[in-house]
């Protein structure tokens, strides 16, 4: 089990904006790594309620199962390793949750025993590293959707929102308000 406060900022972007922002950072989009987020929620939202999501990550044919639940300014991400037997019952039908997540659904008080898997969204995801953060582009499809996000990814809450801020302003891109990706992959269904 790792644990980790995740502090980001995000903003919706056109393609246009994506493919300027690429050039920028001299990025190219065949270096993209694939992700496959795979979501679980009961019928009744109750980890939407909670501010938390709960998801199986496949990256490089590894899988990361992961809670995500608010904390001050960031969210905590409980992470689990498990195997590929163990993912193909969760989307299945037969949710197996490592305990550490166990714990902390059952600390939120989630009726696990209603938790089902909803879906997939697939990323595309380049990164890179600027001014003490990790600054991310990601091309995301789900349903029939595809949109296109940035990221940045740090660890003081005051310096990210200014660099982010910043980054925005000298790329000539408006703020958006922004959900994040299971929002959205759940409002579009």
């Known amino acids: 089990m790792r644990k980790e406060l995740e502090i980001e900022f995000k903003n919706l972007l056109t393609k246009l904006e994506y493919k300027k922002l690429l050039q920028t950072f001299r990025l190219d989009e065949k270096d993209a790594v694939k992700q496959e987020n795979y979501y679980f929620e009961t019928d009744h939202f109750h980890l939407k309620e ?3 999501a709960l998801r199986i990550r496949k990256k490089n044919g590894k899988y990361l199962f992961t809670l995500k639940q608010p904390e001050g ?15 193909e019952h969760c989307i299945n039908g037969t949710l197996r949750l ?11 008080g989630i009726p696990m025993e209603q938790l089902q898997y909803k879906g997939k969204l697939t990323t595309f995801r ?11 582009f990601d091309r995301s499809r789900y349903h029939h959707y595809e949109d296109y996000e ?40």
């Open 150 to 189: 940035l990221e940045m990814e740090v660890n003081d809450y005051e310096q990210g929102k200014y660099l982010f801020h910043k980054l925005l302003k000298e790329n000539n891109i408006p703020i958006r308000q922004t959900k994040n990706k299971i929002e959205r992959f759940f409002e579009s269904r």
């Open 98 to 108: 490592p305990l550490s997540i166990q714990h902390a659904l059952q600390k939120l």
């Open 50 to 52: 909670k501010g938390s």
């Open 73 to 87: 300014n960031g969210l905590l991400e409980t992470h689990e390793t498990i195997d590929q037997e163990c993912f």
């Open 126 to 136: 380049l990164e890179v590293k600027r001014n003490d953060s990790l600054v991310v």
